[in-house]
């Protein structure tokens, strides 16, 4: 039992807590948002360089063959500094199911201009209904000659204006709340029937919603097994969530840091104000909460890629409500502790608190996962 | 970054596992587990068996009897005592005053004292509280007096737990009163059989009585008892409540107790089904067993963090808070799955040896009792304002 990194561990950390304090500050970050894409395709091209677009697959598929904890070394950095670019759309989900299903040719193809940062993907499959239902699918896929017909709406994709190919999940067989029956398609956006309407997101980052309307595909766009998704989606899902919990677990440390700072800084009544124990109290009730949430992205992370699926989604749930009760405190109080100030654009730490905030509604909030725990742990006789 | 534990480590779990097994009294074991009233033998008679073992004082200089252990060896050991349901040893002769007579004591306090704390043939307390002097520790009265060869004591202790039938008491006294208030303390052992001590017994409002009143009325000390120097007692009392917090987050017992507060859920019925499958009532032990999970990666990462060598620092504040909070919502939840069986006060059936026929299920007559009794583990060993205080001070300078 150890906590401590490789030395490789070590190195990527340092890296990239460097590279995210040297390129990123609230003014910049804003200044990445503001292009087309909304984030910085010179940092992308950066990350590309350093292998981080490559770091979540393996070497023979032209990546760097790290596992989810070098995911969460990385994820804890980019929340510390709130980074924009689309590490968890693209690499993480995007090319984690790549890597998951595709076939051998699909790898060759796709994961070296990924690695690379020619070719971003987006995972396109939430719906309008599905809320955090992942079997909850209603884009249906017909067979057509030797190929796919797809049709339906996807909502809320994740940087999915700026994807050059989507992995949109339709029903290929059962019914619409069904595990059984989810196919996975490789569709480039520039398709005929793709329909992209792009649009900001609360907390600074990009999201679509995909119109699919008798989109043509050939046979061979289907990524893993017909019908056999949900199991590669439920996966991929799961590192989607164990990086979140550690970017979460990142902003909570900047969170804490700069509360903290201005607790020492800011006079009123002629002391600085935390000077008084009612802020005292709430700042270490701060402390606790981020330890705990650390130490749930760490055994998410150590987790994410469990054989045995049933303790995989116990750590990765359990995880995920951990972090959205501890994200919540944290965020809330941090604005709190900071007064007026914290309310305002020009400030950080209300940036840091809308993307906390999100995160607890990506993926699952914390009543979805509590449930999803407690069919594991407590399962109804 | 790995959870696993060495092959070292799994065989000593092993080890440490084959021994409870063998060795733990199936009757101590039940008092334990359901929460019965333990008297002191009951602690002994499992004292005395890891004693012979070695391991009854793990975390001590090997040269002095401890058992050399890592401290993940020492988690793994406390962890599998706990689940088992082996009791705890008592702490003020093994955890608390044994460091300081290592560290602080002069020879013939050694010689004298550390094989009778290891042996279980003195058991100690610790008069620390005074009825003026809580969170404000350091503002105590009691005054010891130098006589020739003797102190002379007077005052009052309280909150003492097992002076009852404790054989020892290590006292922080008042040995300068105008000095300021933390350098005029000492710190003095005092036999409990010595002239002028009166334990009087304080019911809790559970019904129980662990705790008690300590007075003393010119009680004479030999000077030979003084640890270390004059009037240096607060330095002492501060190390020892260091050593305090290890092992303060109590994960195995609360392993234990949500393992017991699944089984109660699943057994009490509501509208014909088990009470674990109400969406609300299994919401809370879901969510209470993710907090559980999340302290029991915290407390891993500062034994870890320990490995080095380092002490506990303040960081385990955060594992009493955390910890405290944890072990009182399971004694509530226990207490909310009896239902209206959470009512009737069965004090009779906390004793061992009782074996009429109880009102409810078996379980109930401790539900109420412990949730009440729990109350204490927020006030105790510094108060949860106190660890906040603690955590702001050391670890954040504000």
């Given at each position: 039992m150890d906590f401590d990194f490789s030395e490789e561990q070590r190195l990527l950390d340092e890296t990239v807590r460097r590279l995210v304090k040297d390129e990123y500050d609230i003014v910049k970050r804003k200044s990445y948002i503001a292009a087309p894409e909304g984030f910085s395709r010179k940092l992308w091209a950066r990350y590309a360089e350093l292998g981080l677009l490559g770091l979540p697959f393996a070497e023979s598929e032209g990546g760097f063959g790290g596992s989810a904890v070098e995911t969460m070394i990385v994820m804890e950095s980019f929340g510390r500094g709130l980074v924009v670019e689309p590490y968890l759309a693209a690499i993480v989900l995007g090319a984690g199911l790549v890597s998951l299903a595709g076939s051998a040719a699909q790898k060759r193809a796709i994961l070296p201009q990924v690695a690379s940062g020619k070719r971003l993907l987006a995972f396109a499959h939430g719906e309008r209904q599905s809320r955090y239902a992942l079997a909850d699918v209603e884009t249906t896929a017909s067979r057509e000659g030797g190929g796919w017909v797809l049709d339906g709406r996807k909502g809320v994709v994740l940087n999915g204006d700026s994807a050059d190919t989507l992995i949109v999940s339709a029903r290929s067989a059962g019914t619409s709340r069904e595990r059984r029956g989810i196919t996975m398609f490789l569709v480039d956006?520039?398709?005929?029937g793709v329909g992209i309407r792009g649009y900001p997101t609360v907390d600074g980052l990009r999201a679509a919603e995909v119109t699919l309307e008798s989109v043509r595909v050939a046979g061979d766009a289907v990524l893993g097994e017909p019908d056999g998704a949900y199991p590669v989606i439920e996966h991929a899902v799961d590192r989607a969530l164990a990086a979140l919990c550690a970017e979460a677990v990142g902003i909570m440390e900047t969170l804490n840091a700069v509360t903290l700072d201005y607790l020492k800084t800011r006079k009123q009544f002629g002391v600085p104000i935390g000077a008084f124990q009612a802020l005292q109290h709430r700042m270490a009730d701060m402390v606790v909460e981020h330890e705990q949430a650390k130490s749930m992205a760490m055994l998410a992370a150590l987790s994410a890629d469990l054989t045995d699926v049933a303790e995989r989604r116990r750590v990765i749930s359990a995880a995920k409500v951990q972090i959205g009760k501890s994200g919540r405190f944290v965020g809330q109080q941090s604005i709190q502790l900071h007064?007026?100030?914290?309310?305002?654009?020009?400030?950080?730490a209300g940036h840091y608190f809308k993307r906390l905030t999100m995160i607890e509604q990506s993926f699952g909030d914390t009543d979805h996962h509590l449930n999803r725990f407690a069919e594991v742990t407590l399962p109804a006789g | 970054m790995q959870l696993a534990y060495t092959t070292e480590e799994q065989a000593f779990r092993e080890e440490v596992g084959s021994f409870i097994r063998d060795n733990l009294p199936a009757d101590v074991r039940d008092k334990v587990l359901n929460g019965k009233t333990m008297g002191r033998e009951d602690y002994l008679r499992w004292h005395r068996l890891l004693y012979e073992r070695g391991w009854v004082a793990p975390h001590w200089p090997v040269e002095h009897g401890g058992a050399g252990w890592t401290a993940v060896q020492r988690h793994i050991f406390e962890d599998e005592c706990a689940e088992a349901g082996a009791p705890p040893?008592?702490?003020?002769?093994?955890?608390?005053?044994g460091p300081v007579i290592i560290r602080f004591g002069n020879d013939w306090q050694k010689q004298y004292f550390l094989p009778k704390i290891l042996s279980g043939e003195h058991v100690w307390c610790q008069g620390f509280s005074e009825p003026g002097s809580g969170s404000d520790l350091a503002s105590l009265r009691t005054k010891a007096v130098r006589e020739g060869d003797h102190y002379i004591v007077d005052g009052q202790k309280t909150w003492t737990t097992s002076a009852h039938f404790a054989d020892w008491i290590f006292n922080l006294v008042r040995?300068?009163?105008?000095?300021?208030k933390q350098e005029g303390i000492s710190f003095l052992l005092i036999d409990m059989?010595?002239?002028g001590i009166t334990v009087r017994p304080i019911v809790t409002m559970d019904g129980s009585a662990e705790i008690n009143e300590v007075f003393f009325d010119n009680v004479k000390v030999p000077a030979k008892n003084l640890v270390g120097e004059e009037n240096k007692g607060w330095t002492y009392a501060k190390f020892l409540l260091g050593n305090e917090r290890t092992g303060i987050a109590r994960v195995g017992a609360s392993k234990r107790e949500l393992k017991k507060l699944k089984e109660i859920a699943s057994n009490e019925r509501e509208g014909g089904r088990p009470l674990a499958a109400s969406p609300r009532f299994r919401d809370k032990i879901a969510a209470l067993e993710v907090e559980l999970m999340a302290l029991e990666i915290t407390n891993l990462r500062m034994i870890a963090a320990m490995r080095g060598g380092k002490g506990p620092g303040p960081e385990s504040s955060i594992l009493k808070l955390k910890g405290s909070d944890i072990q009182q919502r399971l004694a509530e939840l226990v207490m909310e799955a009896l239902g209206p069986y959470a009512m009737p006060f069965q004090r009779e059936a906390m004793e061992a040896g009782w074996n009429e026929e109880p009102i409810g299920p078996d379980y109930a007559a401790f539900a109420a009792p412990h949730y009440f009794n729990n109350r204490k583990i927020s006030i105790y060993g510094g108060s949860n304002e106190i660890q906040r205080n603690v955590i702001a001070k050391m670890m954040l300078g504000l």
């Open positions: 956006t520039k398709a005929k007064g007026g100030i914290g309310m305002t654009e020009e400030y950080l | 040893v008592i702490p003020f002769g093994t955890t608390m005053c040995t300068d009163p105008a000095a300021k059989k010595t002239p």
